[in-house]
């Protein structure tokens, strides 16, 4: 079973920023395409961003010029840089590898903002 490890998770004050990391397989870390999801309770699971292997990156609207997403080859990790945190960023974030039929999810880290 191909494992994705997240960390990084945990409380802030509205305002403050967390450090978001996930490590892959290097096998899968060098041809898919990464990403950060967050699925707060009643809520359908939603694209927090995206990069492809070239660089390539895509936001989410709630979260473009708040959010960055990085990829480390050396370490085989992406990072989601989070500043300006919100009360409603508050959710599991789940990191991703896609790659054709290829698709493998972590188990999630918990991002909690307060007021």
């Known amino acids: 079973q191909v494992q994705l490890v997240e960390s990084g998770g945990g409380l802030v004050q509205a305002g403050g920023s967390l450090r978001l990391s996930c490590v892959a397989p290097s096998a899968v870390f060098r041809i898919c395409t990464m990403g950060w999801y967050r699925q707060a309770p009643g809520k359908q699971r939603e694209l927090v961003a995206t990069?492809?292997?070239?660089?390539?990156?895509i936001y989410s609207d709630s979260v473009k010029g708040r959010f960055a997403i990085s990829r480390d080859s050396a370490k085989n990790t992406v990072y989601l840089q989070m500043n300006s945190l919100k009360v409603e960023d508050t959710a599991p974030y789940y990191c991703?590898?896609?790659?054709?039929?290829?698709?493998?999810w972590g188990q999630g880290t918990q991002v909690t903002v307060s007021s």
């Open positions: 991703s590898a896609k790659w054709g039929p290829l698709d493998y």
């Open positions: 990069i492809t292997n070239d660089g390539s990156t």
